[in-house]
């Protein structure tokens, strides 16, 4: 393995353990659309709520996303992306292009 391939695979690890779980990219997407409550998302995506809590905990302990606990009766959690998680629309939108044109 060439200084390329090593530097390149280290990377792409790198970012997997940010986006770990098969759900974070779609979790991504629908905050893309705004903050959302924990049941909106788990509509919008069909997942499980152990699935969804999982996923929704990495991203938050990566900084990709933020949780906002409202003093409401009941309780209302509200989940946001943060600047880091703005910062990956160029990726999302690379991945619809890259499906767009080989999907």
């Known amino acids: ?8 695979l280290s990377s792409i690890q790198d970012v997997m353990r940010v986006f770990k779980g098969k759900w974070a990219f ?3 997407e629908q905050l893309h659309l705004g903050t ?5 998302l788990s509509r919008a995506l069909g997942v499980s709520t152990k699935s969804l809590t999982d996923t ?3 991203l938050e302990e990566n ?3 933020s949780r ?3 003093p409401t009766v009941p309780v209302t959690v509200e989940y946001a992306l943060t600047e880091k ?3 990956f629309d160029q990726v999302l ?10 999907a």
Not at 93 to 102: F, T, V
């Open 68 to 70: 906002t606990v409202k």
């Open 26 to 28: 779609l979790v991504l």
């Open 56 to 58: 929704l905990r990495v």
């Open 85 to 87: 998680g703005r910062a």
């Open 36 to 40: 959302m409550r924990f049941n909106e």
């Open 93 to 102: 939108i690379a991945m619809k292009e890259w499906r767009n044109e080989w």
């Open 63 to 65: 900084g990709v996303i």
């Open 1 to 8: 393995m060439d200084t390329y391939d090593s530097v390149c």
